[in-house]
């Protein structure tokens, strides 16, 4: 365990439209910060517009983008970096993370598709991670993604994270569910992979809900309720590499605010043990 400094603290919760106006009128919800996808609010006024101003004046705000594509055999976008970038500057974003995928190339694919573990992929996508870093000025953070295939692998999922977040000096978005459904589906050991992740480039946590297809095929959806194994591995990754920020997902089947809620309040519960454990 390290003792560092993170953009937030405590326990966060995904903002989604449908329970915003809820959500503005409690009134001190225990939330600790809010996290967006950028490209679901940037440009928009009006009513919608006002409701994120709101928030973002009164909560730390992260963002965890959809499209930046950096895995991509395209060219950056180097527009849309920029426009993220002056959405980021306005909300006085604190952080902003992407998914080690990508999900274009000429034309949107709509999914996050695996990008190859390889060496040279390693020194592309590190080169990409160092453009956008560039334009932002900031430091760009990535997280582990589920995958179901892994087209021409030559590292461990480990190793090609790892060699990433060295070569392009970013930040790690550490998805805990992520981890849970990909030992499921390639079975390997979750908290052997927990381990293998250096504490110093973990920027922060995300924790979600999946389904159940088979019993050795899991689908990540962020649709359901965090189940008590992927719970123990936050508590596991706690353990190991301190009490991290932690955000809970809700992307589907999104049920009444209190139940999301309670299980912010969880999050909290489960970091106040930990430190109480240290």
């Not at 560092?4 to 919760?13: E, F, R, S």
């Not at 000096?169 to 390639?186: A, E, K, M, T």
């Amino acid at each position: 365990m390290i003792d560092k400094q993170y953009p937030v603290n405590g326990a966060g919760l995904g903002l989604r439209r449908s329970f915003c106006d809820e959500l503005s009128k409690l009134e001190s919800p225990s939330i600790d910060f809010l996290e967006i996808a950028p490209e679901n609010w940037m440009g928009i006024g009006g009513k919608i517009g006002k409701s994120l101003r709101y928030f973002s004046e009164r909560y730390p705000m992260l963002c965890h983008g959809l499209s930046l594509s950096i895995g991509s055999p395209a060219p950056l976008d180097r527009q849309f970096v920029a426009e993220v970038g002056r959405f980021l500057d306005l909300h006085q974003v604190v952080c902003y993370s992407e998914h080690l995928s990508y999900c274009s190339d000429d034309g949107h694919l709509y999914d996050l598709m695996p990008i190859p573990f390889t060496e040279e992929a390693v020194l592309y996508v590190a080169d990409r991670i160092r453009e956008v870093q560039d334009i932002l000025q900031r430091q760009l953070v990535i997280e582990n993604v589920s995958y179901y295939a892994a087209p021409g692998r030559q590292l461990t999922e480990t190793q090609f994270i790892n060699a990433i977040l060295e070569e392009a000096d970013c930040g790690l978005l550490l998805d805990v569910n992520n981890v849970y459904v990909n030992s499921i589906n390639h079975g390997y050991d979750a908290l052997d992979f927990i381990r293998q992740i250096p504490s110093a480039r973990i920027t922060y946590l995300h924790i979600a809900g999946h389904y159940n297809e088979a019993d050795d095929l899991i689908i990540d959806t962020h649709g359901a309720d965090v189940i008590p194994p992927v719970w123990q591995l936050l508590m596991d990754t706690y353990q190991h590499h301190g009490v991290i920020p932690t955000l809970l997902e809700r992307d589907f089947n999104i049920p009444d605010l209190s139940i999301l809620l309670e299980e912010v309040e969880q999050i909290r519960r489960h970091q106040q043990s930990a430190q109480a454990a240290a």
